[in-house]
């Protein structure tokens, strides 16, 4: 009896150190980043650990620097300067013909949604399941409807973005940043084009999603919901990114 005890504990306290490890997995690590665009310095001197689960919002006036952080995270803009490593990728060293890989394991979230107006929502879906490689028709139908599910979105799937409101449509953004089950998701002002209430249910569904485990990372320059949705949050100004509390954004 006591044996059993002691093998189950062990399990136990086993089984929790494990899942630990997972939560404080190191997703994002930049060194001494310095970011450039159209040669001019944009950031500079970038010394960021970002942890497994985090949320993290990007604030900072317009032009400050944000999404140019976060195109450097998704390759649009080369890393020339520094060290930076983002879900097992290596900015620093990436080729061209391995962007397509490091964003299939990065959901991005886009301001104006970038929804294809001419297909219906299921097709959006299916064309980026077909850029990403994917060929079996039940799987994708399947994932679809389990993405789609999570943002409230499961009845809309046969309409166009043009029937959608605007918070819809930002859902279905979110959705399909979701279909290649990313580790690491970047939303770049995701609610700047919504109204305070549509912006504050976009927020909740990111939430829920952060609190199933995906790291998150947003820009954005809505103070109020940073407020309503507390987070560790980084402000980008003067060439420099760093955290801040939030009663002093």
């Known amino acids: ?20 490890f997972i939560m404080s997995q190191t997703v994002l690590s930049l060194k001494e980043v ?5 040669g001019r310095k ?13 949320f993290i919002y990007i604030i900072g006036k317009t032009g400050s620097g944000k999404s140019s952080f976060l195109k450097t995270l ?47 929502i299921k097709d959006n879906m299916l064309f980026v399941f077909k850029a990403t490689g994917w060929v079996e028709k039940e799987a994708m139908e399947y994932k679809i409807d389990e993405v789609l599910d999570k943002v409230g979105m499961k009845d809309f799937l046969n309409k166009m973005p043009h029937q959608l409101s605007g918070g819809e449509q930002q859902r279905v953004a979110i959705a399909r940043a979701l279909l290649n089950d990313p580790e690491f998701i970047l939303a770049d ?22 609190a199933n485990g995906k790291t998150i990372i947003m820009a954005t320059h809505d103070y109020a919901l940073l407020m309503k949705f507390p ?15 939030q009663r002093s954004v």
């Open 189 to 210: 002002e995701p609610t700047g084009n919504l109204d305070p209430q549509t912006s504050s249910e976009v927020l909740e569904v990111l939430k829920t999603i952060n």
């Open 74 to 120: 998704y390759a649009d803009l080369p890393l020339t300067e520094g060290e930076a490593h983002i879900v097992d990728f290596d900015l620093a060293t990436l080729k061209e013909k391995d962007i397509p890989y490091l964003r299939r394991k990065i959901g991005i979230v886009f301001q104006d949604f970038k929804l294809l107006p001419d297909r219906s």
């Open 34 to 38: 310095t970011i450039y665009q159209e």
């Open 231 to 245: 987070s560790k949050t980084l402000k980008c100004e003067d060439e420099r990114i760093f955290e801040v509390v």
């Open 42 to 54: 944009i950031l500079s001197h970038i010394n960021l650990d970002v942890q497994h689960g985090e």
């Open 1 to 20: 009896m006591i044996e059993i005890y002691f093998e189950s504990n062990r399990y136990l306290i086993t089984f929790t150190i494990q899942i630990n």
